[in-house]
Antibody, heavy 120, light 107 residues
Framework: QVQVVQSGAEVKKPGASVKVSCNTS????????IHWVRQAPGQGLEWVGA????????TYAQKFKGRVILTRDTSTSTAYMEFKSLRSEDTAVYYC?????????????WGQGTLVTVSS | DIQMTQSPSSLSASVGDRVTITCRAS??????LNWYQQKPGKAPKVLIY???SLQTGVPSRFSGSGSGTDFALTITGLQPEDFATYFC?????????FGQGTKLEIK
C-alpha cells in the first residue's frame, strides 16, 4: 500500500534553514509528481511547489522562488523540501503529497505533515 | 496567478441535508478542479478530481460539477463524518492555488 511519511517537527530561528523529508513507498516513485503544500495555524492551504521525481524538474510558487529548493533521491524514494531564510510567517504545517496522475490532477496520498516553527 | 474564490466561507447544516459549496476561478480552468476535505489536525483528503470524477473510496453522496470558471461540490444526505472544511484547488497552471475553504458545521 502507498505510504508517505514525513520527518518530524522542527523549531528554527529567523534566518535559518530547514530541510523536510518525505519518504514514500508502495508505488513507483519516479512515476508521480510530489507537491508541497503548507498551512499556517488556523489558515487555509497554500501551494509551495512540485517536483517531477523522474527527471528532477521543479516548479515553484513565485512567492517562494529563491527560498525553497525541492529535490529528490530516487534510490530511497524520498523527496525533500529545503526552506531558507525562514521568517516568523513561515511557521506552518508543511505537507508533501503525491499527484494522482499527471500535473496537479489531484493529490491522493499525503504525508502526516511537518510542523515548522520559526521563533527567536 | 489564478484566484479561487469559494462560497460560502462557512455553512451550518443538519444530518441528512443536501449542501452545495461553490468555487469560482478568476480565469477559465476547463475542468482542472479538485475538491478536498480536511478534518482538524489531519491532512486533506481528495474527494473529487477533474471537476466531477469521484476519487476511489469516496462515498457517492459526494459529487462535483462545473467547467470553465464555475464549479460546485454537492453532498447529498449529510452524514456526521462530513462536518469538516472543504477546499477547492485549480490544476490548470502553476501556482496550483486553493480556495480559502468552507467550514461545514452542524446546525
Amino acid at each position: 500500500q502507498v505510504q508517505v511519511v514525513q520527518s518530524g517537527a522542527e523549531v528554527k530561528k529567523p534566518g535559518a534553514s530547514v530541510k523536510v523529508s518525505c519518504n514514500t513507498s508502495g508505488y513507483t516513485f519516479i512515476s508521480y509528481y510530489i507537491h508541497w503544500v503548507r498551512q499556517a495555524p488556523g489558515q487555509g492551504l497554500e501551494w509551495v511547489g512540485a517536483i517531477n521525481p523522474g527527471d528532477g524538474s521543479t516548479t515553484y510558487a513565485q512567492k517562494f522562488k529563491g527560498r525553497v529548493i525541492l529535490t529528490r533521491d530516487t534510490s530511497t524514494s524520498t523527496a525533500y523540501m529545503e526552506f531558507k531564510s525562514l521568517r516568523s510567517e513561515d511557521t506552518a504545517v508543511y505537507y508533501c503529497a503525491r499527484d494522482l496522475g499527471g500535473w496537479a490532477a489531484g493529490l491522493d496520498y499525503w504525508g502526516q505533515g511537518t510542523l515548522v516553527t520559526v521563533s527567536s | 496567478d489564478i484566484q479561487m474564490t469559494q462560497s460560502p466561507s462557512s455553512l451550518s447544516a443538519s444530518v441528512g441535508d443536501r449542501v452545495t459549496i461553490t468555487c469560482r476561478a478568476s480565469q477559465t480552468i476547463t475542468t482542472y478542479l479538485n475538491w478536498y476535505q480536511q478534518k482538524p489536525g489531519k491532512a486533506p483528503k481528495v474527494l473529487i478530481y477533474a471537476a466531477s470524477s469521484l476519487q476511489t473510496g469516496v462515498p457517492s453522496r459526494f459529487s462535483g460539477s462545473g467547467s470553465g470558471t464555475d464549479f460546485a461540490l454537492t453532498i447529498t444526505g449529510l452524514q456526521p463524518e462530513d462536518f469538516a472544511t472543504y477546499f477547492c484547488q485549480q490544476g490548470s497552471s502553476p501556482p496550483f492555488t486553493f480556495g480559502q475553504g468552507t467550514k461545514l458545521e452542524i446546525k
